[in-house]
């Protein structure tokens, strides 16, 4: 267990920058998420605290003690690639083992029963002795997660890990990790991804990331109810939240009116209007496109039984008490 | 109760049979190609390896001698120099040398502060240089620089006192060997590096990272991860340049013309002496012939060993 505070980190490759200064603590124990677009700088982080990349200037410290210079191999972490990294000459159980084979003082005993241990957790003792490449992805990811639990780390570290997967077994997957976090609750976990829809189920925290830079951190509902900002907000949630700008929000005292689709209602009195685009049923649920004049159109979550027709046109109220109003620098109006 | 078909089967449509010929109609231009140029001569120089025929009663039919030839070539000791000479000296020194060095050649030009290197591009441009140096060009240039009186090699030695006089490379036995060697290994050599250097670099970045990760050091990086994963095309390399330096004419016989006296003759350059000096088309053959055989064994065991176990 350990807890890892960044000091004013940055990180350059040559005259570009990718990591700006960033100030963060995170507790033991804790599962972060580091969110963000592309190119926001999350996996070069995540590369940063695991020590495979040089910080450029700032402090990296793992439980008080300062790891700027310190061999990711003796920082007491694992960490889980997005492509698995298995060595594929070797068998499941020669990948599990092999960084306890290059470690003194386990013996081939031991070795056995952690490696058993972390499968049986897994349960992926039927292949062990199997080549990665006779294996499924689901599979291989899952001797991916297995070989790190095997080192015992402190800190746990993923790269996108579900990214390669399907859906069905990215989902399936996603509930593992969460299931294992639980068992694993002395283990500090930071988890890199781009879906918004891992870092809500997963986190305790998020840390939302643009341009090299912190945009916010808090946990998944304090992101969701209380974004600070336009971008933030954007982000965060599916689908993300309609933004009103124009005369609708004038009386309003705002540049940019946030409104996610959960939040309004189909109603014959509703004060907006718009014409349906497009209608998406998901069964229980159903997403409706409208066109009100704005950049995008506006989606309304309403009832999977509601019948919708294209060019229909139909108002919406928004919950009052949901509206999200931001200034024209894209900052939140409380 | 027997049951009996109730129609014949219904004959097979045309375009069927179209698609059924199709994979064969498009491997045969290569195979005539194949037939013409490589099974052709290949059975008829079989068939002569029987024959007793001189250069000169090339085209008629020779005597036909049975397995004659082939007795008088393996029991001729200058065939047992020379197959040592083809299999050690040629073959076995230059292909261990080669790998080693080009191994090494490649892990350094795949190092990261190599490729960070600005001028990295240009080392591994000039690396291909005596890759596209036709051998013969590359023998004649390496005559020169190792001759006695005017080579550039006795020049330098002389220059910095290591010897008095300039040393004919080529003209004797404790010097030949590794003179035909080095022209060898220094035409031969960027086929290696290169081919491992692709190698290497089709090795994900992160199964280092992993290791990395795991604990494991630089050279347990190499020799545990890296060297297995390169073992396929190092089988495949060492496949090659076997064959192709067994088979090999052309460096012995513009160097040394297989001397000083017959100490460099190999396998090859005995059968081209045998055919075309000594005119001896049959007798020629049959060496050829047992070359060949030689490698096929070679090449079956070769497999056995490097595919067993998969």
């Keep these: ?54 910080i450029t200037s700032g402090d990296m410290i793992f439980d008080g003690k300062r790891v700027n210079a310190v061999a990711p191999a003796k920082r007491g972490i694992a960490m889980v690639f997005q492509s698995y990294a298995l060595y594929p000459h070797m068998s499941v159980y020669d990948n599990m083992a092999f960084g306890l084979t290059l470690e003194r003082g386990h013996s081939k005993e031991d070795i056995r029963r952690r490696v058993e241990k972390a499968a049986d957790m897994l349960q992926i003792r039927p292949y062990l002795d199997r080549l990665p490449k006779q294996l499924s992805g689901g599979q ?3 001797v991916a997660i297995g070989r790190a639990i095997t080192r015992d780390p402190k800190v746990f570290l993923f790269d996108e890990p579900l990214s390669n997967l399907d859906a069905a077994l990215r989902v399936a997957t996603r509930i593992e990790i969460a299931r294992l976090h639980a068992d694993m609750d002395q283990v ?84 907006w209007e718009g014409t349906v685009i497009h209608a998406e049923n998901l069964g229980s649920d159903a997403y409706v496109y ?45 | 109760m027997s049951v009996l078909p109730t129609s014949a089967p219904a004959e097979e449509p045309a375009h069927v049979w179209g698609k059924k010929l199709e994979p064969y109609l498009l491997v045969l231009p290569a195979m005539l190609i194949l037939a013409f140029f490589f099974a052709g ?16 009663d090339l085209g008629r039919e020779g005597r036909w001698v049975g397995f004659d030839n082939f007795a008088e070539v393996l029991t001729d000791p200058s065939t047992g120099q020379s197959l040592i000479n083809t299999t050690v000296w040629l073959t076995v020194v230059t292909v261990v040398l080669r790998l080693v060095l080009g191994l090494g050649l490649a892990l350094l030009l795949n190092a990261t502060v190599f490729s960070r290197w600005k001028l990295g591009w240009l080392v591994r441009s000039l690396i291909l240089v005596p890759w596209v140096t036709p051998p013969v060009v590359a023998v004649a240039a390496w005559k020169w620089l190792l001759d006695a009186r005017y080579g550039v090699v006795n020049q330098f030695l002389v220059g910095i006192g290591a010897i008095e006089q300039g040393i004919p490379f080529l003209a004797r036995t404790s010097t030949v060997w590794g003179a035909i060697e080095t022209m060898l290994i220094w035409r031969e050599l960027p086929f290696v590096v290169i081919t491992i250097l692709a190698a290497l670099q089709s090795i994900p970045s992160e199964l280092r990272e992993a ?19 390169l073992k396929p095309v190092l089988a495949v390399i060492t496949l090659l340049t076997t064959i192709w330096t067994f088979n090999n004419f052309v460096y012995v016989w513009l160097a040394t013309r297989g001397g000083p006296g017959d100490y460099t003759q190999v396998l090859a350059t005995q059968m081209y002496t045998t055919s075309f000096v000594d005119y001896r088309m049959g007798a020629g053959a049959a060496v050829g012939v047992v070359m060949s055989l030689i490698m096929f064994a070679f090449a079956l065991i070769y497999f056995f060993v490097i595919f067993r176990e998969k």
Aim: proline share 5%; glycine share 10%; hydrophobic share 45%.
């Design chain 1, 188 to 271: 500090t976990m930071v988890y890199v991804t781009h879906d918004q829809v891992e870092a809500m189920t997963l986190a305790d925290r998020i840390c939302v990331l643009r341009d090299g830079l912190i945009e916010q951190v808090g946990t998944p509902l304090e992101l969701y109810e209380h974004p600070a900002s336009l971008f933030v907000a954007g982000f965060i949630g599916s689908p993300k939240m309609n933004f009103l700008t124009g005369p609708k929000v004038e009386a309003y005292g705002c540049a940019t009116l946030g409104i996610r689709g959960e939040h309004m209602t189909i109603r014959p009195d509703g004060i």
């Design chain 2, 211 to 229: 290791a990395r990760i795991d604990g494991a050091n630089e050279f347990q990086i190499q020799t545990r991860i890296v060297l297995p994963l």
């Design chain 1, 290 to 334: 409208l066109d009100m004049g704005e950049a995008e159109p506006v989606v309304v979550r309403v009832d999977g039984t509601a019948t919708v027709k294209s060019g229909e046109v139909l108002r919406v109220s928004p919950l009052q008490e949901r509206l999200h109003r931001f200034d024209a620098a894209g900052r939140p109006i409380r």
């Design chain 1, 140 to 142: 291989r990811q899952r």
């Design chain 2, 41 to 56: 001569p290949a059975i008829y120089n079989i068939a002569l390896a029987f024959q007793e025929l001189s250069l000169f």
């Design chain 1, 1 to 54: 267990m350990a807890s890892i505070e960044l000091k004013n980190l940055r990180k350059s490759f040559g005259a570009f920058d990718v990591i700006k200064g960033i100030d963060l603590r995170i507790e033991k124990g804790e599962f972060m998420v580091f969110v963000g677009p592309s190119g926001c700088g999350k996996s070069t982080l995540l590369r940063l605290i695991s020590g495979l990349e040089d």
